[in-house]
């Protein structure tokens, strides 16, 4: 008689989700008075790309049956993937969802992303752009615009973008290759490598390394039990570098003065133009400029010259 019940549950609750189908859902929505446009999705894979179309459009491909909902307040385009839910949830189906945003070239205004369980990817587009996501990483493209960018369990990359970037992940590592505007990243137990950056650099993370070449200014630059290395052409006034347990090798052109450079159980070695920091305060562990108020802190320093 159990053997029965069992079979009778399989069959009702679990087999109805074993055909390997693929569900395919397209909407297209007309943008001309829309100021910003936002997704919500779990579980699901998204690019968003460019498109040739002057209404914006959203293909979905899924193994399981979607719902797509729109809402529309104050000139804000609303839109919600959403998958069935199950009785017996662990009778339900794993979920692959792919969703490709395609948005007009001239829509420039603001786009924002939510989603959780899947990577995000945007390249090639010219507007705002918000990103929330966990366990998923976060690739961003050739982006002209703004971009506040969250995610935990995943990495962030930034590849030729111009605008300000802002964001936050935890367990993973963000790089950052070109950017035309100011940064500020914090993470946690992730390295965070940034080339060639024309602007503000604000850079937290912890357990991890900060590794930052071809920067315009320095702001600040804080880790924990990890190395910082930069190459850059200043450090700006009330700028600062900090870590713990980790070593301090900086290449700087200017140093703009009231600077703190620190580390804990570390070494510092500061390469700089000539007569662009003067030790005129000197300890084993601890070195001042006092006309420019830069300080050193480490268990050892070393001053570079270089003409």
Same mark, same amino acid.
């Given at each position: 008689m159990k053997k029965i019940i069992l079979i009778l549950m399989? *069959?009702?609750? &679990?087999?109805?989700?074993?055909n390997d189908k693929t569900y395919k859902? *397209?909407?297209a929505y007309n943008i001309e008075d829309i100021n910003s446009f936002s997704l919500n999705s779990k579980n699901a894979n998204? %690019?968003?790309l460019p498109g040739d179309s002057k209404e914006l459009t959203l293909s979905v491909t899924s193994n399981v049956k979607l719902e797509i909902e729109k809402q529309i307040h104050s000139q804000e385009l609303e839109v919600a993937v959403l998958a069935p839910r199950h009785i017996f949830s662990f009778f339900s189906k794993s979920e @692959?969802?792919?969703i490709v945003v395609k948005v007009p070239k001239n829509f420039n205004k %603001?786009? /924002?992303? %939510?989603? /959780? $369980? &899947?990577?995000? $990817?945007?390249s090639d587009l010219a507007l705002d752009f918000k990103v929330i996501t966990s366990n998923g990483n976060i690739d961003i493209i050739d982006i002209t615009g703004n971009s506040n960018l969250r995610s935990s369990n995943g990495d962030i990359t930034i590849i030729n973008n111009t605008g300000n970037v802002e964001g936050k992940t935890s367990n993973g590592s963000i790089n950052i290759d070109n950017n035309k505007g100011d940064i500020r990243f914090k993470t946690s137990n992730g390295n965070i490598t940034a080339f060639k950056i024309d602007g503000s650099v604000n850079l937290k993370t912890s357990n991890s390394s900060i590794l930052l070449t071809n920067a315009s200014f320095i702001a600040n630059l804080e880790t924990s039990n990890g190395n910082i290395t930069v190459n850059s052409d *200043?450090? /700006? %006034? @009330? &700028?600062?570098?900090k870590t713990s347990n980790g070593d301090i090798e900086l290449s700087i052109d200017k140093l703009e003065g009231n600077n703190k450079i620190s580390t804990s159980n570390g070494l510092i070695t500061l390469t700089t133009k000539k007569g662009e920091f003067n030790s005129n305060s000197y300890s084993k562990e601890k070195v001042q400029d006092i006309s420019k108020n830069i300080i050193l802190e480490g268990r050892k320093i070393n001053i570079i010259n270089k003409n």
């Open positions: 399989l *069959t009702v609750f &679990g087999f109805s989700y074993s859902l *397209t909407r998204i %690019k968003v @692959d969802i792919s %603001k786009l /924002s992303i %939510k989603s /959780s $369980n &899947g990577s995000i $990817n945007a *200043t450090l /700006s %006034k @009330d &700028g600062n570098i």
